[in-house]
């Protein structure tokens, strides 16, 4: 699938305070990018960026072949965003609401209306007829999600997206993203909701230090050796058939045959003098979680 | 144009909705102001005309002026205007007209009102403003709104705003007066440095509305 979103060697930076340096991003069609970091990392102002709300100071973007920060209306009409304000004129209503928002996206009423019966029938949003400012927080997300979807745009940018969402609203917007890529389109899903990261995305890009590092979910680290991050242990763990070695605050690689080949690691790297503190094998469907649990972990502990 | 449209009428769907005390409050305003033009001086033996309507327009359009260029940055509504696909220029010049349309309709209720009064209540005959002072009033709305749409990206501190643009204006009418007591202008030269003041502040908001300024956070 070819890129949509494509981000080459961009810096932002704010005054003398530098967010994001050197950062290079492609998601294709049809695919879900995960975005997570720590508070602070930059996740917002990488959204910010490609939404061309701002200027990188260094570097090229493209979204859908538009240059995000040229402000050109076809871009627009093709994005949807929730943005980390729900950004809702409290004194309407979210049909008054969204009817502003479609005038402006060119989407006549009758499509508007459609996609509201289509997606929306089953949610309480499609009768509710309180001005935006009397509802819950939920209630606004599940707003800001309908306001995003409508007119399927090819690419979304979506902060936080599931924040406040209850069970069902939470599945209804699984169903939404499950649609979105199916209809072809690109979605970056930045949020702190491992799970929901999890879930939907395909590919996850951890921010921090200013740089964006990719997690490639199919190449799954299966074991993790904590130890300390000496190259001797990266030698030892491939001669006993370790592979996709990294280190990143303990030793994680993937492993054929396990039963066999772990005890033998391990008897390997004590006789090497390696002094391990854990060995662990790694959920699949947690891996994820563990990894930026750790990494995060492993940051906090360094600052403190 | 339609783009324009767009946003004007959003502003006016926003100002509909609004709580019922707004709009006693501009009720109040509207009263209190057109008896103060109706007295002509008389009553309060404060002498009205151009220089209360210029004050007058500090109030209305800043007012208006407040909720539509800086509610809109605190709640992130205009984020979302603008990655709707409305330039940004329409934006601003949608919620200028909607501010200047909405200002110059109340001071026109007002200079009404206030010659109501005149005759009826005062007998003072004839309010004591005219076409001239009310097209005065009409340009430094224009000043006020244009003023109001730079700062407020400018300066993101909404009070900061309403001193700004009574100091502006306090100088212009000030200085009018200063030199019309040494030799006859006419108004037409208020007029003309208003517009020009105007036109300036416009410029200068575009270059705000198009820069990366106008989605920084406001200080409130």
């Given amino acids: 699938m070819p890129s949509i979103i494509t981000a080459d060697k961009i810096w932002k930076a704010f005054g003398r305070y530098s967010i994001l340096e050197d950062l290079s991003l492609q998601v294709e069609k049809g695919s879900v990018y995960g975005l997570v970091g720590l508070n602070g990392a930059g996740k917002t102002t990488l959204l910010r960026l490609l939404a061309g709300n701002l200027k990188a100071n260094k570097g090229e973007l493209a979204v859908m072949g538009f240059r995000p920060w040229d402000h050109r209306e076809e871009f627009y009409r093709n994005l949807g965003i929730v943005l980390e304000n729900d950004g809702f004129w409290g004194n309407l209503t979210i049909r008054e609401n969204l009817s502003i928002y479609a005038s402006a996206k060119r989407i006549s009423p009758e499509k508007t209306e459609a996609y509201l019966r289509e997606y929306w029938k089953d949610t309480e949003i499609y009768s509710c007829t309180k001005k935006v400012k009397y509802l819950s927080r939920g209630q606004k997300m599940q707003c800001a999600l309908c306001r995003a979807f409508l007119g399927w745009p090819s690419v979304f940018l979506l902060d936080e997206p599931a924040v406040a969402l209850d069970i069902t609203a939470f599945d209804h917007f699984c169903n939404l993203i499950n649609a979105a890529r199916d209809r072809g389109a690109a979605l970056i899903i930045s949020s702190h909701q491992l799970d929901l990261i999890d879930k939907l995305c395909g590919r996850v890009g951890i921010l921090r230090d200013k740089h964006l590092s990719e997690l490639d979910r199919n190449k799954k680290p299966l074991w993790s050796v904590t130890s300390d991050s000496s190259q001797q242990w990266k030698e030892i763990i491939e001669k006993s058939g370790g592979r996709n070695v990294i280190f990143d605050a303990k030793w994680r690689f993937e492993i054929e045959n396990p039963e066999m080949s772990i005890p033998e690691l391990v008897a390997a790297l004590v006789n090497a003098g390696c002094r391990i503190r854990e060995v662990r094998s790694l959920e699949k469907e947690n891996i994820l979680g563990d990894t930026i649990r750790d990494i995060y972990g492993s940051r906090a502990g360094g600052e403190a | ?220």
């Fill in chain 2, 1 to 220: 144009m339609k783009s324009v449209i767009n946003v004007l009428r959003k502003e006016w769907l926003c100002f509909k909705g609004s709580d019922k005390g707004v709009f006693g409050l501009y009720l109040i305003l509207i009263l209190s102001w057109s008896l103060l033009l109706g007295t002509g001086g008389q009553e309060t033996g404060i002498k009205t005309g151009p220089l209360w309507l210029i004050f007058f327009s500090v109030v209305v359009a800043a007012n208006f002026s407040n909720t539509v260029f800086i509610s809109e940055r605190v709640t992130g509504s205009l984020e979302i205007l603008i990655t709707s696909g409305l330039s940004r220029n329409s934006i601003l010049y949608g919620k200028m007209l909607f501010v200047s349309v909405m200002s110059i309709v109340i001071g026109g209720i007002c200079l009404a009102l206030g010659l109501l009064w005149s005759e009826l209540i005062f007998k003072t005959g004839g309010g004591h403003a005219d076409s001239v002072d009310f097209l005065i009033y009409a340009c430094s709305v224009f000043v006020n709104v244009s003023n109001s749409a730079y700062l407020s990206v400018r300066i993101a501190n909404p009070r900061l705003i309403h001193f700004a643009n009574m100091f502006i204006l306090a100088v212009i009418i000030f200085s009018y007066m200063a030199l019309s007591s040494y030799f006859p202008v006419p108004p037409v030269y208020l007029i003309l440095v208003l517009l020009f003041l105007g036109t300036v502040f416009t410029l200068l908001a575009r270059r705000e509305f198009n820069s990366e300024r106008i989605l920084q956070p406001v200080i409130l």
